[in-house]
């Protein structure tokens, strides 16, 4: 007996062991357009920009800043022409003291104003002294185009009078039209016979303001011109508007 042992069937076949073929691994679909995007981008978008731009019309460039330089007229100057055309004399010229009423033939003699040397003329600084308030009011006196005052003043028994006639400037010749409507008595009256200004008397006293003494006071103010005249009376006593309204007009007069 054979002891060989072999079996009935064969394998049917060997295993499989080759390895699998290998193969390259491919780009993702993805990463490819992201890539292109990327280089197309700037072509296209620079394309169309340009062809935007080349569409449009062209704009027009701003003017040049240059300087002007200084003209000249080419004609001679008309002397008649610029005669015509330069600011016109002064109304009033000439020496205002001869312009001033003279004073009664009773009269004292009354300058507690202090007018410079007596010949009849008052300065700003003096016009500002006796308004109190100095400093502020020779400012405001010489930035109103005050030329120049003439005065004179004299007493009768208890009452003082001051008369005086202010001339402004060419270029402020309206501050005399101010001077008349906005310093004065508490309630002027107009004048009746077309004079532009007004006058009053002031029912309760008013006190000096470099002293405590106390005073009644009357004022009449009218324009002619360029010229303020200004009449004032100071008594301790009550005092009526009639005299100063008649010495403004009298004063208005003179100046005529």
Known sequence: MSTDFAPDTAPDSAPDTAPAPTTRGRRPRTALLLVGALLLGPVIG??????????????????????????????????????????????ID?????????????????????FADGDGWESA?????????????????????FRRTAATSWQKGDVKYLVQLTQYDADHAATAITDV???????????????????????????????????????????RGNVLISVEEFSSTKLGPDEVKDLAQRQWEQLA
């Open 125 to 145: 600084a003096n016009l500002a002294r006796s308004m109190g308030n100095s400093a502020q009011r020779f400012h405001l006196i010489l930035a109103e185009g």
């Open 94 to 114: 000439g020496d205002l003291r001869k312009l001033l009423i003279g004073k009664p033939a009773d009269a004292q003699d009354w300058d507690d104003f202090g």
């Open 46 to 91: 620079g394309g169309v920009g340009y062809a935007v731009q080349a569409g449009r019309p062209p704009t027009p460039l701003p003017p040049l800043q240059l300087t002007v330089l200084p003209h000249y007229p080419s004609t001679v100057l008309d002397d008649r022409a610029a005669a015509d055309a330069a600011p016109k004399p002064l109304a």
């Open 181 to 223: 409507a906005g310093r004065g008595v508490t309630v002027p009256r107009p004048f009746a016979n077309g004079m532009e200004g007004g006058y009053g008397a002031d029912d309760t006293p008013l006190t000096y303001s470099d002293t405590t003494e106390q005073y009644y006071y009357a004022l009449a103010r009218a324009r």
